[in-house]
């Protein structure tokens, strides 16, 4: 009964780790301190969270602000792929994280008064050459030798 009743308080403490949503600047200060196979799941944490930002920054009508997260959105996610090419883990991951990014920028452009499109199409051109450079080192790497 007793190994019941600490498994049921671990699983409570685990799961409000878990429920506890961490904000764009705590995982920042993780990033900084967090081992080299961490930080790529760290920066693609932060540039959806910024993607969603984003979203309600440019919603909301706070341009600029709005152009500066997407600028941030960028910057993490080749910030990922540095760090997965490096590490040599997560590398799907950031490639996928990507994607799926880009396609929600590509949401919130449709969304946009045409003078405000252009700095997320650029945006959107910078992610896809993040994608294609993971794509590129996941594909034409050195291939183990079969004997």
Known sequence: MRRFTLLLLLLAFAANCVARDETVEELKGRLANARPEDRPVLC????QLQVKNADRLYTDGHVGEARAVVEDVVAYF??????AIESKSHLKNVEIGARKSSEKLADIKRTLAFEDQSPVEEAIHRLEDVRTALLQEMFTGKKKDKK
């Open 78 to 83: 080749q910030r990922a792929r540095d760090a």
């Open 44 to 47: 693609i944490r932060i540039a």
